[in-house]
């Protein structure tokens, strides 16, 4: 270890190279624990007398790497978690996983690309080893391996991950109620943008009615915003060839997802419809997100009193709606509103119809827009016609 007076920052060197590790039987003292894990926090504490800290989970103070980390040629087996990156930015290029409980979790800025996935080998594994030497709690390997697994996580805010060219092998289980793709939709607080996008998949042996699932089925901000984009249809054997958009089919979403009635669900959690419109393959629909800002009353109590991140007793309430604005829909079966000020959802071609219970504010802000560069959205709001406005905007520096 380099002294701590070195005007070094080892943050900003590169990763010569990670090529052809292997890795297996971790995750048995933590549920968090990767065979290969890139994040914590390492640090001279001053209040005890300058001793060195080292934190194993995710750190709010880490510098991020200016260089990607490339993990490649990489096998894990046996394990809790196979790859754990929560650092910022990665490639991960011929990666391998067999009989975990998570493949890959990873946060940030991430390249997936050439995947080997086996959910389960079918390999002679007894169930849960008793020993009676370690609290029954800290066998969190074990215990996960018979509960079930998830082929692929996806997690739910500030993310950016492209996932392509993958394998997944013997996914998809009813009696464990195991996901090969998975969405983070626990929380009202943290919720998703437009932030993932997939490229030929191909399913071997996989029950496909567990194609996708929310880790929680539960109504919350998360969970009806939750999608992506598949590039070319392969996310769903029968869409091959036909680029989709992945979107909530979760009650409270409404039909916010479902672009058109050629759309199809699985088991009524997930829409999957034509990424171009059956009818006009010219206009392309793709997901858009912003956050609306117009009551600081109301959205700097999101976390504190209202609109938790998971669990607990705290209400979320719906305020309102977000709703496609075609004389086909119901403006009142949108997407709800709360004090989150998040919205993320397709583009049809249609303004996004934005109603407040309350009525439309006086003050408004748009921010933290995602939408692609062609396209333009239009978000209408019901004021009297005799209403002034005054419209301003931060150009990006």
């Given amino acids: 270890m380099s002294n701590r007076n070195e005007q070094l920052e080892p943050y900003r060197r590169p990763l010569l190279e990670f090529d052809g590790n292997s890795c297996h039987s971790n995750g048995f003292f933590w549920s968090s624990a990767g065979c290969i894990y890139v994040g914590g926090h390492l640090r001279h504490d001053s209040s005890q007398g300058d001793l060195l800290v080292y934190s194993p989970g995710r750190s709010h103070t880490r510098k991020w790497g200016e260089d990607d980390l490339v993990f490649s040629n990489t096998k894990v087996f046996l394990a809790n978690s196979g790859i754990n990156h929560w650092g910022f930015h990665s490639e991960i290029v011929a990666f391998e996983a067999h009989d975990t409980n998570r493949a890959i979790q990873v946060l940030g800025i991430h390249y997936i690309h050439d995947l080997l996935i086996t959910c389960r080998t079918g390999s002679n594994v007894p169930e849960e080893p008793r020993n009676l030497y370690e609290p029954v709690n800290n066998r969190y390997r074990d215990k996960n391996f018979q509960r079930g697994y998830v082929g692929f996580q996806w997690y739910d805010v500030d993310q950016r991950h492209i996932v392509k060219d993958i394998i997944f092998r013997k996914c998809g289980d009813a009696a464990t109620q195991s996901a090969i793709w998975e969405t983070l939709t626990h929380s009202d607080e943290f919720v998703p943008q437009m932030m993932q996008m997939t490229d030929n998949v191909t399913y071997e042996d996989c ?18 915003l939750s999608g992506w984009i598949d590039n070319d249809g392969s996310i769903k054997s029968s ?57 600081n009353a109301v959205h700097d109590e999101v976390g504190k009193t209202v609109c938790p991140n998971g669990g607990g007793l705290l209400p979320c309430d719906t305020i309102g709606y977000v709703q496609h604005f075609e004389e086909s829909r119901q403006l009142e079966n949108g997407v709800a ?32 827009i995602q939408m692609g560069k062609q396209d333009t959205l239009i978000v209408a709001l019901p004021y009297p016609k005799t209403a002034l406005f005054q419209i301003t905007y931060t150009a990006a520096t």
Wanted: aromatic letters at 14%.
């Fill in 207 to 224: 029950d496909e009615q567990w194609t996708a699932r929310p880790n929680v089925d539960k109504d919350t901000v998360a969970n009806r």
């Fill in 239 to 295: 869409r091959i060839g036909v680029p989709t958009v992945v979107g909530s089919a979760t009650a409270t979403a409404g039909d916010w997802w479902k672009i058109d009635d050629t759309c199809e669900t699985i088991a009524g959690h997930f829409w999957f419809c034509d990424l171009f419109s059956p009818t006009d393959g010219s206009i392309e629909r793709n997901v858009a997100s912003f956050q609306f800002f117009f009551s």
């Fill in 337 to 368: 509103l709360t004090a989150n000020p998040r919205t993320t959802g397709p583009m049809t071609g249609a303004p996004w119809y934005l109603k407040i219970d309350k009525g439309s504010p006086k003050n408004g802000l748009f921010d933290k």
